[in-house]
Each structure stands twice: as structure tokens, then as C-alpha cells.
């Protein structure tokens, strides 16, 4: 497989001729200039009772989760195919699924894709795709989701370097004249509590808002060692949590969800910013390049700041959770508890039933496809993603970086071309172990 340009032609022909667009679309956009008209068609799922066809690209945990909560949004779906370039992983994947819903899951042999293209074949075959590979791929498979029509939910993050980033911010505008919804699995935009207390801020609860922390202090999995015989691009790939270019490092991994809720409470992303980090117990050939802990000093255009925090490190102060401090008074995020103190003290009470944020951001997105609301969550991803990207850099390399100067940045983490044989960029020394970046030496835009 070998990477698209970064602004592919559009495939006008791709899923609007079928039927169901035919059916649906209105007089004005059939008459006139067809191919002007396609750019932008209406309503490809006019009739709420049509079957949904769903592919899924990367099988893993997550993939199959989302899988699973897509064929449980309202409204008939069915899961019609399925690409993951580790064929094991997709056996269990689709034994999994067939065992939830086995009604609604129709993936023969010749719908399962296991080569480094298959996903296109995937997206070829479906409504919408669910992409949930380790993230260095997604902006190849998003642009390509896009560029066939397809309505998508993507898994964060978006990206794991500025090219990838950029090109999703092309795709998500494409996607959006192309009038294709598209979720990202930012699923704390979905959860009750953070929608109330983010509006209770926004309307001044707490006054002016002077700073922000946010914290992902806790553990992860540990990676894997290498089997005998496995080529370098397999290794990494199985193991990707532990390479830069494939996981975008925890504080992008990972920590992308805190920093997103802070972003969305400033409703902008910073301009600048600067920070530390390193690896204290990550020590071994199977912990790859990333750090161990980062911290991150991030400033807004109005000179407000956001301390942003991430550690992977057994046995020290755990905290998942975003604060806020105002001239009257703070916000508290965590889990599921969320409070404001001051003058206009609150807690959120959680009446009636407990939403799973993971089901309701499918349960929305699949609404608005079915309804044909407009649905993009795709440059808020992005922006997040290049956020915490942004503070990877800082940490990498010790340095003050601007929001522009990263966002800018040229250096492609990514291969080229992809086979099992292909050589990653990032490669292990003589010994096994990888290259580690080092504040003060290593450059990162
Ligand atoms: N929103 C959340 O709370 C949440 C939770 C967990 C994971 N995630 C995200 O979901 C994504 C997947 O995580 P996971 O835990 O499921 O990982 P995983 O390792 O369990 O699954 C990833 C799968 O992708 C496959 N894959 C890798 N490269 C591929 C390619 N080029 N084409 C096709 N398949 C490929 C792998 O073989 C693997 O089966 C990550 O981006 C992660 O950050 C999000």
C-alpha cells in the first residue's frame, strides 16, 4: 500500500449513484449541473427505516466495542464487512460480534480484508465506516473514507503528527461539502455531565475563567516482546502503543480526551506552549520511544493558561480529570462527578437513566445520518489531536513551540509505502532498543 495524495480528485460517482441517493435526492439536485449538484446531496438516508450498512477498519478492542454500539443505535444496521491487516484479530472481532448480535452480522469470507488496502475495499462495500486502528493510520483511512462518500466515526486520536493532522482538516471540510457526518470517538461531548457543566461555564458560573488544569495520571498497557521471527513493521504494529508514529505518544493517545474538554471549555485551541517530560520505569526493548510522564504549559490567545499533566507510572497519585479556576469560583470534573463551587455552587445529579456515553455518541451519529442533521466532529478532533501533539513536541524538545510553528511542522512520522517488509522510520539499535527523544537535542518541527 502506498499513501494517497494529501488532496486526492473527488470521486464523484462513488456512493451517490446508488439507489437509495437516486430515491432520495430532490428534484433541484437531479436537474441542472449533476456533478455540481453531487457535491453536496441531501438526505441519503431519507427513509429511517433502511438498513444501515456498517464496515469496521481495525478490529481490536475498540473497533469491535464500536461495532457493537453501532448495531445497537436505533434503526435497523448490519455489519457487512470487516479489514484488519492482522487476520487473528479480525477472527475474534467477528466471533465476538456474531455472538452479541448474530442477526446483524453478515461478514462471509470474501467481505473480510486482512492486506494494508483493505480498507478500501471495506469502505467500498458500506453506509459508514467505523475506523479504529491504531491512530498513525487514521488520516489515510478517514481521506479515504471521504473521498468514496462514506459517512464515518473515527476513533481518537485523529492523527499522530501535523501532515496527518492537516490532512484530515482537508478531509473533514470535503466531508462536510459532501454533506457526510462524521463522529469522533471524543465520547465526552455525548456524556450528560460534561454538557451541562460546560454550558454552566460558558454562561459564567464561575465568573471569569482564569486557568485550567487537566490530568491522565494512571497506568496503561504494558507492551509486547518481539516473536521470534517477526519483521519490524509487524512488531510495532502489534505493539503500537509504544511508537511515536502509530500511537502519538500517551499524551496524544491518551490524555487527548482532558485536553479536548479543556478546549472545548475555552472554545479555541492555545497559541503556544512549553513543558517537560521523560521515562523514569519505562526501561525496556518492548516500551519502545515514548515517555513515561509529560507536563505541558499551554497558553490561549488571551493569555490564559492550561496545566496539562499525563503519567503512566504504577503506584503514584492517580487523577482522570479536568479543573477550572474563576473569579468566582472553580469547576470539577471526574469520572462521573461533576461540581461547581462559589456563589453559584452546583452538583450534577444524575436524574433518570445513566447514559453510557460510548453508546450515545453512535445512538447521535446515527440519528443524524438517519435524519440528516448536520454532523461533523471531525475539526474539533483534529484540533485536540494537534493540541496534544503540540505539547509532544514541547516535551520532545524542551523548546517553546507555537500553535502555527507545530500545525506547520513538516516532519512526516509515517512510512511512505506499507508491506510487513517495509521499514518503519523510527528502527531499534544494535541491542533492541529504540531511540528515545532527548530535550535540548531532539528537533521536532
Ligand atoms: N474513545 C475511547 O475511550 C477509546 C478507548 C480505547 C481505545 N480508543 C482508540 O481506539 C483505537 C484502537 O485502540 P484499541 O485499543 O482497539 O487497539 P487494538 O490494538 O486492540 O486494535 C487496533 C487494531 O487495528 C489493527 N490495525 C492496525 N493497523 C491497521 C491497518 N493499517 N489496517 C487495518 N487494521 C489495522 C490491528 O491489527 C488491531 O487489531 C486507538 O486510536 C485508541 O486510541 C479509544
Redesign the pocket.
Known amino acids: 500500500?502506498s499513501l494517497p495524495p494529501s488532496t486526492p480528485p473527488a470521486d464523484p460517482a462513488a456512493p451517490l449513484s446508488r439507489r437509495r441517493f437516486l430515491r432520495t435526492a430532490s428534484a433541484a439536485v437531479l436537474g441542472g449541473s449533476m456533478l455540481g449538484s453531487l457535491a453536496v446531496p441531501r438526505g441519503v438516508f431519507a427513509d429511517s427505516s433502511e438498513t444501515i450498512k456498517i464496515a469496521l477498519?481495525?478490529?481490536?478492542?475498540?473497533?469491535?466495542?464500536?461495532a457493537n454500539q453501532a448495531l445497537s443505535t436505533p434503526g435497523p444496521t448490519q455489519l457487512i464487512a470487516m479489514?484488519?491487516?492482522?487476520p487473528e484479530?479480525?477472527t475474534k472481532?467477528l466471533a465476538t460480534l456474531t455472538a452479541h448480535k448474530a442477526s446483524q452480522v453478515d461478514v462471509p469470507p470474501e467481505r473480510q480484508f486482512t492486506d494494508?488496502d483493505?480498507?478500501q475495499k471495506a469502505i467500498a462495500l458500506a453506509d459508514i465506516v467505523i475506523l479504529?486502528?491504531?491512530?498513525?493510520?487514521?488520516p489515510i483511512?478517514f481521506q479515504e473514507a471521504v473521498r468514496q462518500g462514506k459517512h464515518v466515526f473515527m476513533?481518537?486520536?485523529v492523527a499522530t503528527d501535523a501532515p496527518g493532522v492537516r490532512r484530515v482538516l482537508a478531509a473533514a471540510q470535503t466531508a462536510k461539502e459532501k454533506n457526510l457526518k462524521v463522529g469522533v470517538?471524543?465520547?465526552r461531548h455525548h456524556q450528560p455531565g460534561y454538557l451541562e457543566t460546560i454550558k454552566r461555564l460558558q454562561d459564567g458560573a464561575v465568573g471569569k475563567a482564569m486557568s485550567f488544569r487537566c490530568y491522565w495520571d494512571g497506568t496503561s498497557r504494558d507492551g509486547v516482546d518481539r516473536e521470534p521471527g517477526e519483521t519490524e513493521m509487524h512488531y510495532q504494529?502489534?505493539n503500537?502503543?509504544y511508537f511515536t508514529w502509530l500511537?502519538g505518544d500517551h499524551i496524544v493517545?491518551?490524555h487527548v480526551?482532558n485536553i479536548d474538554v479543556i478546549n472545548w471549555m475555552k472554545g479555541a485551541h492555545p497559541v503556544r506552549a512549553q513543558g517537560m517530560g521523560g521515562r523514569q520505569v519505562r526501561k525496556a526493548k518492548r516500551h519502545g520511544q515514548i515517555f513515561d510522564h509529560h507536563f505541558v504549559e499551554f497558553e490561549y490567545a488571551d493569555g490564559t493558561r492550561m496545566f496539562s499533566q499525563c503519567r503512566q507510572i504504577p503506584r503514584c497519585w492517580p487523577s482522570v480529570s479536568e479543573h477550572v479556576l474563576g473569579t468566582e469560583g472553580e469547576v470539577h470534573c471526574q469520572g462521573n462527578r461533576f461540581a461547581i463551587t462559589g456563589p453559584q455552587a452546583w452538583q450534577y445529579r444524575n436524574e433518570g437513566k445513566r447514559v453510557d456515553p460510548?453508546q450515545q455518541e453512535h445512538d447521535d451519529l446515527f440519528d443524524a445520518i438517519r435524519h440528516d442533521k448536520p454532523y461533523h466532529e471531525a475539526e474539533y478532533g483534529a484540533l485536540s489531536t494537534m493540541t496534544g501533539i503540540l505539547g509532544r513536541m514541547c516535551t520532545y524538545s524542551g523548546q517553546q513551540i507555537t500553535w502555527e510553528e507545530a500545525i506547520n511542522s513538516r516532519i512526516d512520522l509515517l512510512p511512505k509505502t506499507?508491506s510487513w517488509d517495509t521499514l518503519p522510520l523510527v528502527l531499534p539499535n544494535a541491542d533492541g532498543y529504540y531511540p528515545v527523544a532527548v530535550p535540548g537535542q531532539t528537533v521536532c518541527v
Open positions: 500500500m477498519v481495525g478490529c481490536g478492542g475498540r473497533g469491535t466495542g464500536a479489514a484488519d491487516v492482522r484479530q479480525l472481532s494494508f483493505g480498507y479504529a486502528t491504531s491512530p498513525g493510520f487514521r483511512h476513533e481518537k486520536p470517538g471524543l465520547q504494529i502489534r503500537w502503543y500511537s493517545e491518551q480526551h460510548y506499507f
